[in-house]
């Protein structure tokens, strides 16, 4: 993708200035490129687990914090004992 986008732009350049050579990039280009720029890096994305997408619903988001509001009140539990964890 990032490839593609580079030769647009090359290919624009290319026309602005009337010099063909500047339409094409090499094929090291992106290697260089990312050299260049050590703050970009390519990442690859994960799917995100069926639960996660499902627990991510409007509806069942209040209801969860309406249930846990009235365990907090049952139960009578302090604010300084409510710990917050990550699965992962």
């Known amino acids: 993708m990032l490839r593609g986008m580079a ?3 090359a290919r624009k350049r290319a026309e602005q200035e009337g010099d063909p050579e500047l339409a094409t990039l090499g094929k090291n280009w992106i290697t260089r490129f990312l050299d260049r720029h050590p703050q970009l890096a390519a990442k690859f994305s994960v799917q995100i687990d069926r639960q996660r997408v499902f627990a991510n619903n409007p509806i ?21 004992n409510i710990w917050n964890m990550d699965e992962k």
């Open 7 to 9: 030769n647009v732009l």
């Open 60 to 80: 069942t988001i209040p209801d969860y914090y309406n249930k846990l509001q009235k365990l907090l009140r049952k139960y009578q539990f302090l604010p300084m």
